[in-house]
């Protein structure tokens, strides 16, 4: 940071973060990077363009969700000195923050200094009141611990991160970065948030309104037995485990599974996990690098002509043409 040869001019954007308790680390460290891949030349990480500092009432170094720990650079201060304040969100049982980081937020807030919710960031931004009136993101993963926590507040689950006005917030993991790429879009330029992404070997930036993969929507419970069921089925698509393997991985019986299942969904275990499978189908469907082979296989289908004949009868049309009418719809948006 004290490069004598870095330029006097201020960067054209100043990131500040503050690192909740057991925040996530790769949600902080893809934020960063494309920054720092931003702000100069190759990957020399000066912040010419742009700087970022984490900041702190205690100096302390902050532990994250993996044991690892990252040391604040600065206090608080005057939230004015950043074009954005991020707060990074991890463990929503242990995570948190400090009383005068929260009233630092509102300060911001109160100053127009825009705020981001990175992770369960988004919860961090809730519990001190800055979201009311705001639309917001979270992962799907933590879809419904934001229901439980926030009664008539429902968050976006389904696209990579929302922007509204002055509060933007995003999943996490990967789409952190796809959220810093904007931010250099709008302040550095299109060449620069292009560059940080394929140095960090990501094909292309993700607009807001891209698709977030994960469980379907309409997949919604608060039963923990179907919802840890739900997510066993979304890990191991190809795999495709059978209900009693699931049941048995649940440590409860498969009749037990099938009750629970067919009062908070309606359904059967099996027709569930084919609607995990078709929702992951027409997610890689969106994506026109995936051949049909390659999307049965990841998608749990036997072969081709299993997945096509189980799209036909849900869907009305085979894969192939789903895919032309979802790239015809996305050109007239």
């Not at 933007?168 to 550095?188: E, F, Q, Y």
Request: with cysteine; hydrophobic share 45%.
């Amino acid at each position: 940071m004290n490069d004598a040869s870095l330029p006097l001019s201020r960067p054209r954007l100043r990131v500040g973060f503050l690192l909740a308790r057991r925040f996530t680390l790769s949600a902080f460290a893809n934020f960063v990077d494309v920054l720092r891949l931003a702000a100069d030349e190759g990957d020399r990480s000066r912040p010419i363009l742009c700087s970022w500092r984490v900041i702190a009432e205690d100096p302390a170094p902050v532990r994250s969700s993996c044991g690892v720990t990252v040391g604040p650079e600065e206090r608080l201060g005057d939230p004015g000195r950043f074009d954005y304040i991020v707060v990074i969100g991890g463990l929503i049982e242990e995570g948190g923050l400090p009383p005068a980081e929260i009233d630092f937020l509102r300060r911001a807030a109160a100053s127009k200094v825009p705020l981001i919710g990175v992770c369960t960031g988004a919860f961090i931004l809730h519990r001190a009141g800055l979201m009311q009136g705001y639309r917001c993101c979270v992962s799907w993963f933590h879809h419904d611990d934001f229901l439980e926590q926030f009664d008539g507040l429902v968050p976006v689950s389904d696209r990579v991160f929302v922007e509204d006005r002055d509060r933007l917030t995003c999943s996490g993991g990967a789409s952190s970065a796809h959220l810093a790429a904007h931010l250099v879009d709008r302040h550095i330029g299109r060449a620069a948030a292009r560059k940080s992404l394929h140095i960090m070997i990501i094909d292309e930036a993700m607009a807001a309104d891209d698709p977030q993969p994960g469980l379907p929507l309409d997949l919604k419970t608060r039963d923990p037995l179907v919802r840890r069921a739900l997510l066993h089925m979304q890990q191991n698509l190809d795999a495709a485990p059978g209900v009693g393997d699931i049941a048995a991985r649940l440590g409860v019986s498969r009749r037990k599974l099938e009750r629970h299942m067919r009062e908070a969904l309606g359904l059967s275990p099996a027709a569930a996990f084919l609607k995990v499978r078709l929702a992951h189908a027409r997610f890689l469907l969106a994506r026109p690098d995936h051949s049909v082979t390659r999307i049965a296989a990841e998608a749990g289908f036997c072969d081709v002509s299993h997945l096509i004949r189980v799209f036909r009868q849900h869907e009305g049309m085979t894969p192939e043409a789903w895919r032309q009418a979802n790239a015809a719809q996305r050109l007239q948006v």
